[in-house]
């Protein structure tokens, strides 16, 4: 039932294109496990090889200090409609700041929110389905817009305070260079 890709086919792009959630999993060489659940449409395609996500302001900001890390990381998406499937991608996670001339370049392709923190870019090494037969079956109602709303409410100057008080270091105390010039 699983099958491995080296790249996205036109089918996997529909797939994720589809999917309202997606969980990004990554680890430092000495420490904890982050696998975190994703919302809110930040999710594209690059091309076959390279997805992203625009990052937005959390309570910690564990995947981008385990990039920093070591760069391993596991984006997953999987189908809660009637037709199952599980969708694994594996590969090197690249943070980037809006700082870092590739904001610049990547930016256009993702659309603007409050609360924008950084972007998270995976070069695949693989990518593999399986077949989802276990997961329930559960009908989408909405968008949470609660963190939107947060981060409205805090502003820029908010937001900066906030991440240097919390989005500094993971659990771990590995460096976010989130606010490094």
């Not at 564990?62 to 594996?90: Q, V, W």
Request: glycine fraction near 8%; charged fraction near 25%.
């Amino acid at each position: 039932m699983a099958q491995f890709y080296s790249s996205l086919t036109p089918e996997l792009i529909k797939f994720i294109k589809e999917q309202k959630i997606f969980f990004t999993a990554t680890a430092p060489i000495e420490g904890r496990i982050n696998l975190s659940p994703k919302g809110i449409d930040t999710f594209r395609c690059l091309d076959q090889q390279t997805v992203g996500y625009l990052d937005l302001t959390g309570s910690g900001n564990e995947t981008s200090a385990h990039l920093e890390d070591n760069g391993r990381m596991t984006i997953m998406f999987c189908s809660f409609s009637e037709k199952p499937l599980i969708l694994r991608l594996y590969g090197q996670g690249k943070v980037i700041h809006p700082r870092d001339e590739e904001w610049r370049q990547l930016y256009p392709n993702f659309p603007t929110y409050e609360g924008e923190r950084q972007m998270i870019i995976l070069t695949l090494s693989s990518a593999q389905t399986s077949c989802g037969f276990g997961v329930p079956i559960y009908e989408y109602q909405e968008t949470r817009d609660t963190l939107i709303e947060w981060a409205k409410k805090k502003g820029k100057t908010g937001i900066y305070d906030y991440w240097q008080q919390k989005n500094q270091v993971s659990i771990d105390g590995l460096p976010t260079k989130l606010l490094e010039e």
